[in-house]
């Protein structure tokens, strides 16, 4: 699967590097402690668990309004503007052509750094998964002062630990997938690399023109 | 706000610890100095009066307490209720066995229906005025034995006289040791009842007793049952189950209860880090501070009883004569006399809502004893309730005879010296018989043995803050909390379906990529191979 290295190009910039390894780091370490609150296992002990869940949620909410800013800013919150244009073609490729050894049908570009699928997917973490664990888990968090303000009335803990539980399985079925498609690129690691690096390999696998058309 | 509220709480806990151990060394009379306590007292009623010649209210005073009555009444059924005429799981009932349970009342002569509950001689001021030296033995109604007295009659034992007159002079305030000479051995012996409270506590260690302990604050009972008027406040049968108020200020007029842990420590008592947010403090909203702070009972060396099976009593040795069998700790578990017992040291408490008020069976309640064992009490109060809390409780397991025809609870006559009691003749029928008789019930004549259960609160043996329960004793899956309804505890009471289609769908998704990762290899190798 590895044509000749045609173009390098500049995807990833380093703000947006070190948001996604230091996230990606955040999410596996709430996840781990997340689901020790949960009941699933013992690791740190309940209390350890919940102080470094609660630690590394404010570090991630800081992250996220630096993340914000940067997005706005720089204009890259564009990329996460949803198509559905060609996004059979991409689903074709990942249930079908890619066994086959037929190329990606989407090409990566500086504006466009994010297949159609993609960024579906990253809409529904931002749309639905976020939301479900941001919103639950600051009433989790704040639980002590719902009587102060009133919520206790309408609001009960079960819910709100039961939506943040919900939220934390949609974000650890994202992380399984995510991390898988990482390696279906030109060689295992090719997307990781990028990720690091920034550079994006192109490659001229078959230099079909269809892949190409929207380059 | 919150530090300068706690500095003001530790001020306020320093300033009346101060003053209460202040007061014993600032008293302005000495009691040896008193002409009136010279002496010579034929009987404790001799000091009594001489005591009453100057506190002149003292003895009314008592009257007006349970510790005189033993007697009060439900405010939520009417019932009467008290030590007079309530059953237990251990020795059962007072009524036919005056004498001997009654060496606890802080009365004298107090041996049948006949006492005089009136006449203020009656009041044995030394009972819990005392600085040592001073028994009100077993069997002589509320007497200290005044001559060499055998005891039981017959028996080779004896009893030393007391010296009134040097008890007198010696008087002081309550001490561990005159409250405990009773509450540590209730149920005829050292923890057996309680569970959190025995001699133990005589000479505390910091970690068996934060309050009480000899090398840290040392506390005397009266230090949190702040009495006033020789009313003590602070009783298992009514309790203050939730005390939602901060802590009360020297010289503030309140009903509030002042031996709840939130008089002097208030309701919001932890300074936590803003990754706790306030979670320790809202705790307190649910749980009792006793919950945490006493992480297990029976921890100082003295076992309580857990269980009491009166079924085995009566089993002689091959000689015909009474036993005892003890433990490789040299703890009894078996005594001719009384049954077998399971003795518990270390226990970790049984968690329960409470309203503070308790339920109790009366000796004319029917039991059905086919449906399970019998709840001799029975703690009210539900979650959502804002008097209930949390609370540890001792589960203790008796096993103790009823009547099969009418359905009642006996009270059997165990420890008087004659021919009727269990102990002296190892007769049920007899002692049954004479039981009834000291309660006035019925009784067919046809008994057997029936499980029962009874639940006393725990409060005492208090540990210091780093041996509190631990977040995971209850946040876990099998924590202390299971079975305790209306409330969700995290890390116990996960959604069973989200559990079990969460990992579903994540071990789907490993099992998905997996399969697709595997068709790619078969794939990729087979295209090389061609």
């Known amino acids: 699967m590895s044509g000749h290295t045609v173009e390098k190009i500049y995807v990833f910039k380093r703000y947006e590097r070190f948001w996604h390894w230091s996230q990606a780091a955040m999410i596996i370490f709430m996840m781990i402690t997340g689901f020790e609150v949960a009941g699933f296992y013992e690791n740190f002990g309940f209390q350890r668990a919940v102080e470094l869940h609660t630690l ?89 002062y719902w009587p102060e303000w009133g919520i206790d009335q309408w609001l009960r803990l079960e819910w709100v630990a039961t939506a943040h539980l919900v939220g934390a399985f949609m974000m650890a079925v994202f992380f399984v997938v995510h991390v898988y498609l990482t390696t279906t690129g030109h060689s295992v690691f090719a997307h990781i690399k990028s990720m690091i690096t920034g550079w994006e390999e192109l490659h001229d696998d078959h230099a079909k023109p269809v892949s190409r058309s929207k380059s | 706000m919150r530090l300068l509220k706690s500095f003001a709480t530790r001020a306020i806990l320093l300033g ?44 009314k005073q008592v009257m007006g307490t349970r510790h005189w009555t033993w007697e009060y009444e439900d405010p939520q059924t009417g019932e009467k209720l008290g030590k007079k005429t309530m059953l237990n799981g251990f020795c059962i009932g007072d009524r036919s066995n005056e004498a001997f349970c009654n060496s606890c009342h802080i009365g ?154 939130q008089a002097c420590h208030g309701d919001k008592p932890h300074q936590e880090s803003f990754l ?52 490789e700790k040299g703890h009894i578990t078996y005594d001719s006399r009384k049954g077998s017992f399971v003795n518990g040291e270390h226990v970790v408490p049984v968690y329960q809502w409470f309203d503070g008020s308790v339920d109790y069976i009366q000796p004319d309640t029917i039991i059905d004893p086919a449906a399970g064992p019998v709840a001799i009490n ?52 007899k002692a049954l018989q004479a039981g009834a008789e000291g309660t006035g019930q019925a009784f067919s004549g046809e008994f057997d043995f029936v499980s029962t259960t009874m639940i006393w609160p725990i409060t005492h043996m208090v540990a210091p803050k780093e041996q509190a329960v631990g977040c995971n004793e209850c946040h876990r899956r099998d924590g202390r909390l299971v ?48």
């Open chain 1, 56 to 144: 590394t949620a404010w570090a991630l909410i800081t992250l996220w309004a630096f993340t914000i800013f940067w997005q706005f800013t720089t204009g890259e919150w564009r990329q996460y503007i949803p198509t559905l244009k060609r996004i059979d073609a991409i689903a074709r490729y990942y249930a079908w052509d890619i066994f086959k050894g037929l190329p990606h049908p989407y090409k990566k570009t500086v504006l466009q750094k994010h297949n159609p699928l993609q960024r579906l997917a990253y809409l529904a973490l931002l749309a639905m998964v976020s939301p479900i664990i941001w919103v639950s888990g600051l009433f989790y968090l704040f639980y002590a």
């Open chain 2, 16 to 59: 009346s610890i101060l003053l209460v151990t202040g007061l014993a060394a600032a008293a302005t009379a000495d009691h040896s100095k008193f002409e009136v306590l010279q002496g010579p007292f034929e009987t404790g009623e001799d000091v009594t009066r001489a005591c009453l010649s100057c506190h002149t209210e003292a003895a």
């Open chain 2, 108 to 261: 004298y002569g107090w041996e049948d229906d006949s006492f005089d509950f009136t006449n203020e001689a009656k009041v044995d001021c030394l009972a819990c005025h005392n600085t040592g030296d001073y028994v009100k033995a077993r069997g002589l109604a509320g007497h200290p034995a005044y001559e060499r007295t055998e005891y039981p009659p017959g028996s080779g034992r004896f009893y030393n006289p007391v010296d009134l007159v040097s008890v007198a002079l010696n008087v002081g305030p309550t001490s561990r040791e005159t409250c405990g000479a009773c509450h540590y051995y209730g149920g005829g012996g050292d923890g057996v009842k309680h569970g959190d409270l025995d001699s133990s506590l005589n000479n505390p260690h910091r970690d068996l007793d934060v309050h009480m302990a000899t090398d840290g604050l040392n506390f005397a009972c009266s230090d949190c049952h702040q009495t006033d008027k020789h009313v003590v406040p602070g009783s298992r049968i009514q309790m203050t189950a939730a005390d939602p108020h901060g802590p009360l200020v020297r010289g503030q007029q309140s009903d509030r209860n002042p031996a709840t842990c």
């Open chain 2, 276 to 327: 706790h947010a306030e979670r320790l403090n809202q705790h307190t909203n649910t749980l009792a501070c006793q919950s945490c702070h006493i992480p297990s009972f029976a921890r100082g060396g003295v076992p309580t009883k857990m269980g009491w099976d009166w079924s085995e009593a009566g089993r002689l040795d091959d000689n015909g004569k009474p036993m005892i069998v003890k433990d």
């Open chain 2, 378 to 429: 029975r703690f009210r109060g539900q979650a959502g309730d804002p008097k209930a809390r949390i609370w540890p409780v001792k589960l203790f397991q008796g096993k103790q005879p009823y009547d099969t025809v009418h359905k009642t609870l006996l009270v059997p006559q165990v420890a008087l010296p004659n021919d009727t009691a269990f102990w002296f003749n190892f007769d049920w029928p």
């Open chain 2, 483 to 530: 079975g305790v309804e209306g409330i969700y505890v995290p890390g116990q009471d996960a959604n069973p379906w989200v559990r079990m289609l969460g990992l579903l769908a994540l071990f789907g998704a490993l099992a998905g990529v997996l399969i697709h990762s595997a068709i790619r290899v078969v794939v990729h190798y087979r295209g090389k191979a061609k």
